[in-house]
């Protein structure tokens, strides 16, 4: 009870912090035959981040080619987006790893996020 | 009389209302749905200090400051943290000899005592510790990182800015 407490403060406090959901997401058809299409979400609550890298990986992290409108997605502080990711159906079979790392530009030792939502 | 029945009438009608709201009520359905999450909180910016000439570290008793990630997540064993130390300035004035790079992440804090293991059962790759978050709620990781300057002879670093990242991931299982 009071660790749901303690977690439920901590997730609506005003820290600086990058997320990004669904942690188990599935590949749907697109409206292109052959092309599978997910949706993901960021939340961007790092003041000190504007930038976040896509990614898309297999089960030994060597990239898989994919498409979004932005391989690089500009989110400003405390903005949520949704985006799409196509990959040919193909390349989906392959794909195990889809992740989001934070792009910096801070002084002295700086934190980089990421976060890596799992096909299962 | 006809009071009565009236009566008797507005009662039923009532009665009826009442009836067909609650069958209302029950072909509402809730849904929702739970779903894990990973959140990488960057709680304390970390700073080099600068002990002497050949050194930069966050150590605090030299004058750094270590920097602290906050991890949270929503349901056991769905994810992975990942802390690894620098290996290298991301910038730095031009260096000539080379840097050893040494560091240390470690669990500093946690929500609950269930996870006052994770430090002892983390696994270290390279520069990089691996956590398995079994327990849902907050961990606060520390990371230590120096950079000695010269090959082992003691050089001092040239003047300038230096910047270095630590990476804090958030892998699903």
């Known amino acids: ?120 | 009389m006809k009071k009565l029945i009236t009566i008797g009438l507005i009662l039923g009608l009532a009665g009826c209302s009442l009836f067909s709201s609650k069958v209302e009520a029950a072909n509402i359905d809730i849904t929702g749905t739970v779903q894990s999450r990973c959140i990488v909180n960057t709680d304390t910016a970390g700073m080099y200090g600068n002990p002497n000439a050949y050194t930069l570290t966050t150590v605090p008793a030299s004058a750094g400051q270590l920097p602290i990630v906050r991890v949270d997540v929503s349901l056991a064993n769905a994810y992975h943290a990942k802390i690894s130390y620098p290996t290298s300035f991301s910038s730095s004035p031009s260096l000539g000899d080379t840097v050893a790079w040494t560091g240390a992440a470690t669990v500093v804090q946690t929500s609950t005592s269930d996870m006052s293991g994770y430090q002892s059962a983390s696994s270290l790759s390279g520069a990089m510790r691996t956590y398995a978050l079994t327990v849902a709620g907050t961990t606060w990781f520390s990371v230590a990182s120096v950079a000695t300057y010269g090959g082992g002879q003691q050089k001092p670093f040239p003047g300038g800015s230096y910047k270095a990242v630590v990476l804090a991931e958030c892998i699903a299982q």
């Open chain 1, 1 to 120: 009870m009071y660790r749901s407490i303690i977690l439920s403060i901590l997730l609506c406090s005003n820290a600086i912090a990058h997320e990004m959901t669904p942690t188990y997401p599935t590949w749907e058809s697109s409206y292109m035959e052959g092309i599978k299409k997910t949706t993901m979400a960021m939340f961007n609550r790092r003041p000190d981040v504007e930038y976040y890298e896509i990614g898309v990986f297999d089960d030994k992290w060597k990239p898989v080619p994919f498409v979004t409108s932005y391989k690089i997605i500009n989110l400003k502080y405390l903005s949520h987006v949704k985006f799409d990711v196509y990959m040919s159906a193909k390349h989906s079979a392959k794909a195990e790893y889809i992740c989001s790392t934070s792009k910096l530009r801070g002084d002295n030792v700086m934190i980089a996020s990421k976060i890596c939502s799992r096909f299962k």
